[in-house]
């Protein structure tokens, strides 16, 4: 069935430098990535999207990177900060027609200072 | 424009009874979604609503729970009898309608004692 998973439950990085958040993603027919953080307490919070048709989305200090040939999605954080410590989550959109969104198990990212 | 809306925040219940999550969408959004969280894993999804339908309930166990969404009023997701495995963080998602952009509230943390 569907599933989407990460490759590093936990990464810790040194201020300053790049991070890079690895996933995998089964369902090939899936049109649409999303990736969340999530700070402890709080709700997932959107950070950027990509869709099927492109292979690379950047925002303010963050980029997504999409493979279909290998159905891999990274999230590359640059110049990593403190305030960026939480639990990232890959998300992809299923195919049911409805806009129900599968999460992974998601990466806890660590700055240290 | 205020974000999406989940009280209570934190909920404890005894086994057998009943829990009542509300989440309140933001402003011009007419689509609800839950998920299900326990603790280190990803969310799971249970149920998308528009207003007056259930469109997805594929991830909602098929007794004790239920979901609504009035036309007035906010989104009820409905625990009957329950038992310790219920507790989780419980997030609401809403989006404007044919947006895959969804917005996540705080979450309602339930136990169950």
């Known amino acids: 069935g569907e599933s989407v998973g990460l490759h590093l439950p936990t990464l810790s990085v040194q201020e300053g430098d790049n991070s890079i958040i690895n996933c995998a993603y089964s369902?090939?027919?899936?049109?649409?990535f999303i990736w969340y953080k999530q700070e402890s307490g709080k709700g997932p919070q959107f950070i950027i999207d990509?869709?099927?048709?492109?292979d690379k989305r950047q925002g303010q200090r963050v980029t997504v990177l999409l493979n279909k040939t290998v159905k891999h999605l990274s999230l590359q954080i640059a110049a990593t900060q403190p305030g960026d410590s939480a639990v990232y989550f890959c998300a992809e959109k299923g195919d049911t027609g409805g806009f129900k969104t599968i999460f992974g198990a998601g990466t806890r990212l660590f700055v240290k200072a | 424009n205020a974000g999406v809306m989940q009280n209570p925040r934190h909920l404890v219940r005894r086994r057998g009874q009943e829990a009542r999550l509300r989440c309140s969408p933001m402003k011009g959004h007419s689509h609800v979604y839950w998920y299900r969280q326990l603790p280190e894993e990803g969310l799971k999804f249970m149920v998308y609503l528009q207003k007056e339908n259930i469109i997805d309930e594929s991830g909602m166990p098929k007794e004790r729970f239920s979901a609504e969404f009035p036309k007035e009023g906010p989104s009820i997701l409905r625990i009957q009898q329950v038992v310790r495995g219920d507790s989780a963080a419980y997030f609401c998602?809403?989006?404007?309608?044919?947006?895959?952009?969804?917005?996540f509230g705080p979450g309602t943390r339930l136990t169950v004692t």
């Open positions: 998602a809403s989006s404007r309608e044919r947006s895959y952009e969804q917005y």
């Open positions: 369902n090939s027919a899936s049109d649409y």
């Open positions: 990509i869709r099927s048709n492109m």
